[in-house]
């Protein structure tokens, strides 16, 4: 089955710290791969998505991810987070032939002013 | 960006009571709708799939008549978690996927936090 997972729980940064949170996925064909970020007291936002194409991505508010297939890797990087960057990440693929989502576990980043 | 609003955010209730909740697409009409349940330091598993004018289709492990969902109209889908227990609290989330959308970009209601007791 199908399967995302993210390995780093919580991540504690300083202002200004590079972030590199991690994501893999489990199935070997076409994939579609999200991130989006749940701010305190917030709805999920998409943060940046691949479909096709060059993999590297970038999304809204500095953020980037690459995908990476033969490592069934979907990392999502920053190369100086903010305070305001406190949130809880999450990582999803669309379960092949569907529009479902398949989420990781999440991760939440507290980031030190 | 496209808004989907669910109602009510927070609620209390007493066992063996029924609670209703609602999520709407606000600028936007929804041909499929999607509910998530998020347990504590766990991640969102998907309950069901919810397409307007036919019925929901759930996932493994859902029991469907206990969380019963309705897709009524292309802007409204509601979850009514009935004869709830306190096993039933948790973080419910729902998303929706506009009408002639392609890209299989989902947008995410604030979620709504059921707590009985």
């Known amino acids: 089955a199908q399967s995302v997972s993210q390995h780093n729980h919580h991540v504690i940064l300083s202002e200004a710290a590079s972030l590199e949170l991690g994501c893999n996925y489990s199935y070997g064909g076409t994939v579609n791969l999200f991130w989006y970020v749940q701010y305190p007291g917030q709805h999920l936002q998409l943060l940046l998505k691949y479909f096709s194409g060059d993999p590297l991505v970038k999304g809204i508010k500095g953020f980037e991810a690459e995908f990476i297939k033969s490592k069934f890797s979907f990392n999502l990087r920053k190369p100086s987070v903010q305070w305001s960057d406190t949130a809880e990440y999450f990582c999803?693929?669309?379960?092949?032939?569907?529009?479902?989502?398949?989420f990781g576990t999440g991760t939440r980043l507290k980031v030190l002013a | 960006g496209a808004v989907v609003s669910q109602h009510p955010s927070w609620v209390i209730c007493k066992s063996g009571t029924s609670v209703k909740i609602e999520c709407r697409s606000l600028d936007f009409q929804a041909t499929t709708m999607f509910w998530y349940r998020q347990f504590p330091k766990q991640s969102l598993m998907l309950m069901a799939t919810s397409n307007e004018g036919s019925k929901a289709t759930y996932e493994q492990g859902v029991e469907k008549d206990k969380f019963l969902i309705n897709h009524a109209s292309l802007t409204l889908s509601t979850l009514t978690v009935t004869s709830a227990h306190p096993e039933d609290s948790s973080f419910y989330i729902c998303?929706?996927?506009?009408?002639?959308?392609?890209?299989?970009?989902?947008?995410f209601g604030e979620g709504s936090r059921l707590t009985v007791l």
């Open positions: 998303s929706a996927r506009p009408y002639g959308g392609i890209t299989g970009e989902l947008f």
């Open positions: 999803a693929s669309l379960l092949s032939g569907t529009y479902k989502y398949i």
